[in-house]
T-cell receptor, first 112, second 118 residues
Framework: NAGVTQTPKFRVLKTGQSMTLLCAQDMNHEYMYWYRQDPGMGLRLIHYSVGEGTTAKGEVPDGYNVSRLKKQNFLLGLESAAPSQTSVYFC???????????FGPGTRLTVT | AQKVTQAQTEISVVEKEDVTLDCVYETRDTTYYLFWYKQPPSGELVFLIRRNSFDEQNEISGRYSWNFQKSTSSFNFTITASQVVDSAVYFCALSASRWPDAGNMLTFGGGTRLMVKP
């Protein structure tokens, strides 16, 4: 039981490049989330999904897209990376009615 | 709107000292949940505790204890007899259940970095 895993762990992009971050969970959780963590700001919600085939915008969705084609996977895409997207990205999952979210190990992304 | 404030950005203590991390929250909802997460130097986020708004009973787990006071909108976290392994960033977070379609998103505070020196 791996919990929540994220691929890749580190990535460096040049401005304008695109990439996809993969989140996978093996707990059969219904809800999944993508957050970004910036120094001194805690974590902020980018997008989330309340079930397979559904996605919704969070607090800071601009510049990102997501897809949830399979229940266990939640993909975060950057179509045209910008230096402002340099951050650590965390994926999380949760099974209602329980409210705690379980987090992946994070992906450190640098955009130059 | 929801807001979580952790006024202490950094705390430094010597091993075996007790330390309290403050958390103050704002929400207009009557039903909500409060959380503490630990982020050790390795970077992962570890869930520590969940509290719902109807349960103001304090909780103790080993050297950890939590004090929830609705009257002051606070959910403080105390580590007794701190150890070097407690060094981490600690996040307080809030989730309200008024909007089910918001997926019970977590609103995080900015975190408190705790450094425990030997």
């Amino acid at each position: 039981n791996a919990g929540v895993t994220q691929t890749p762990k580190f990535r460096v992009l040049k401005t304008g490049q695109s990439m996809t971050l993969l989140c996978a969970q093996d707990m059969n959780h219904e809800y999944m989330y993508w957050y970004r963590q910036d120094p001194g700001m805690g974590l902020r919600l980018i997008h989330y999904s309340v079930g397979e085939g559904t996605t919704a915008k969070g607090e800071v969705p601009d510049g990102y897209n997501v897809s949830r084609l399979k229940k266990q996977n939640f993909l975060l895409g950057l179509e045209s990376a910008a230096p402002s997207q340099t951050s650590v990205y965390f994926c999380a999952s949760r099974e209602p009615p329980f409210n705690e979210q379980y987090f992946g190990p994070g992906t450190r992304l640098t955009v130059t | 709107a929801q807001k979580v404030t952790q006024a202490q950005t950094e705390i430094s203590v010597v091993e075996k000292e007790d330390v309290t991390l403050d958390c103050v929250y704002e929400t207009r909802d009557t039903t909500y949940y409060l959380f503490w997460y630990k982020q050790p130097p390795s970077g992962e986020l570890v869930f520590l505790i969940r509290r719902n708004s109807f349960d103001e009973q304090n909780e103790i787990s080993g050297r950890y204890s939590w004090n929830f006071q609705k009257s002051t909108s606070s959910f403080n976290f105390t580590i007794t007899a701190s150890q070097v392994v407690d060094s981490a960033v600690y996040f307080c977070a809030l989730s309200a259940s008024r909007w089910p379609d918001a997926g019970n998103m977590l609103t995080f505070g900015g975190g408190t970095r705790l450094m425990v020196k030997p």
